[in-house]
């Protein structure tokens, strides 16, 4: 496959064998057996299954969104905010598949009318490098107050995105019913969440989750049990 073939396409229930040795690629499998092509990146001590949903076609996002609204609604939601970058495309699609008319964005960027006192420290494995904050636009706080709020992002790896979310939200007296999203990347985030809270890793929804992979026999890559 070409790398902008990827996320385009919704594969029919066993099409690819998860369990079999992988060259390239790794078939991410809903709950109704469908199946989506991820590639996979190299990382220094394995392989991980990517993820980059505003490179996917809009009937994957569709499905993505319909798939994750659902796993959602029985938290019954009044309101998704969504955290950015990624995430912002996945929040805003399970926003329409709930039947809300909005949804609430946050930011990594400072406009002149936000709080610094309404903004975390925010960082993440795709930008290790990269010292952020995240922000909330505080005329966006009446939509939240007294509501039933779920975070959404695309993809939950370490978990520190989540918990930067969680923490700007309890800055501002919320807390979320739920979390959502596309994919947990591997089961590393699971540590740092209970630290934060403990059972905080129960109450998260994702359409699929992906393992960590190593290389075996002939370079193929397989899954790395216990990650």
Known sequence: ????DFWQEIL???????????ATAYP?????????????????????????IN?????????????????????????????????LTLAAGVARALGHARFVPLGNFRKFWY????????????????DK??????RMLPLLTGKRVALVDDVISSGRSIIA??????????????????????????????DFEPGLSGNIHACFSTPFLQRGE?????EKPGV
């Not at 709080?115 to 990269?130: C, F, G, I, R, Y």
């Not at 904050?133 to 505080?138: G, K």
């Open 1 to 4: 496959m070409q790398p902008y």
């Open 12 to 22: 029919p229930p066993r099409t690819h064998d998860p369990h079999a040795p992988l």
């Open 28 to 52: 991410a499998t809903l709950a109704d057996g469908q199946q989506l092509l991820l590639p996979i990146r190299m990382v220094d001590e394995g392989g991980l299954a990517s993820l980059i």
């Open 55 to 87: 490179q996917a076609s809009f009937s994957v996002c569709d499905a993505l969104a319909k798939d994750l609204a659902t796993r959602l609604a029985a938290a019954r939601p009044d309101i998704i905010v969504g955290l950015p970058t990624l995430g």
């Open 115 to 130: 709080e610094d006192a309404l903004s975390m420290p925010m960082n993440s494995v795709t930008t290790p490098d990269q």
């Open 133 to 138: 904050r995240l922000f909330i636009d505080p």
């Open 165 to 194: 979310g969680l923490s700007l939200l309890e800055k501002c007296g919320i807390r979320p019913v739920a979390i959502g999203a596309a994919m947990l990347q591997t089961m590393k985030h699971r540590a740092l969440l209970e």
């Open 218 to 222: 002939g370079g193929k890559w397989h």
